[in-house]
DNA sequence: ATTTGACCTGTACTTAGCTTCAGGTGATAT
DNA sequence: ATATCACCTGAAGCTAAGTACAGGTCAAAT
């Protein structure tokens, strides 16, 4: 069985070889082996769970968590329950996440037709209430009637 | 023209007092005007824009780069294409953001209903190749056929 | 035979975004 | 009049997720 050494499995992974070995001492990394003169030997089995690890992170699961997810695995069978639950709350996470992102979004949208009108403009004053930098509700109840007649907002504020 | 203390802002916001003289001092607030102890007072005018910074900054926005945003808006009309460009770029940034989640909520929605039917099961090995833990492709097939069966990836981890 | 290169450990440093603390001011309540 | 409370500043401390560095081993190439 031909293994991979750790500058290897940086550069398949994209990875630096000290994140690595920060990984295998937060205890991502227990089931890598060493050769006799100590160093690391990652089996392709190995790879595939390195790789369950870099999606877990991608899902914005810590290091920490992680390391007990990795445990559990260690554990067997008994602890399916737990890695399921676990995968579960994560998925709650993932999708307020999501939900947020999405709402930041609509809000980056509005303010990118705010400044493209405002620059069509000149100033923003066409924005603004008299005498302040308050923005007008004008303004939003502008934005609000595109929308509503079927514009799409990610092309509303396109120059 | 009535106005808010440090500690009511902190309240109506949802922060923490620190957290506003921290963004203070980061350069978000230049616009805070002090009474003669010294002490903040936030107009409504401020509030607004204190809420801006908020929405930025659940956008994904570091604090540095808001505070970029901040200065161009004391500088007016000027900086208007500054700012929509800046808009700009976040959007991308948020849009590319949400794509990544979404993938790895397909990723744990997968293992979900792995570990679902392993519990079923009573046992992992369903899924793994003969003496390994590495995961047998006809596991992936198996999924991939159920999704491509109408079935939602949603449900299907559903205990 | 020695030098190069990849690996090893352990410790220190870094950045973002706060929080905590120590020491001080000024208005209000008792 | 004194105690309490909200506020102030500046400096130090904290966590996550690494990066950088110093000093050492070992196999391979010159």
Do not use: C
């Not at 695995?73 to 399921?84: E, N, P």
């Not at 307020?96 to 609509?106: A, F, N, V």
């Not at 000149?122 to 109840?141: A, R």
């Amino acid at each position: 069985m031909n293994t991979y050494s750790i500058g290897e499995v940086a550069r398949k992974m994209g990875l630096t070889v000290e994140a690595i070995r920060y990984y295998d001492h937060a205890g991502l990394l227990p089931f890598v082996k060493r050769d006799s003169g100590g160093r690391r030997r990652f089996t392709e089995d190995n790879m595939q769970l390195m790789q369950m690890i870099l999606d877990l992170k991608r899902a914005g699961v810590s290091i920490k968590e992680i390391a007990y997810f990795v445990s559990w695995r260690m554990d067997g069978d008994d602890s399916l329950g737990q890695r399921y639950d676990f995968l579960d709350q994560h998925e709650k996470n993932l999708e307020d996440q999501i939900q947020t992102l999405e709402k930041s979004l609509s809000y980056l949208r509005f303010k990118k037709w705010y400044y493209k009108t405002a620059l069509e403009a000149g100033t923003e004053q066409i924005h603004l209430m008299p005498d302040s930098t308050q923005v007008n509700p004008k303004t939003y109840k502008k934005y609000q009637s595109l929308i509503n007649s079927g514009k799409s907002a990610k092309s509303l504020g396109d120059k």
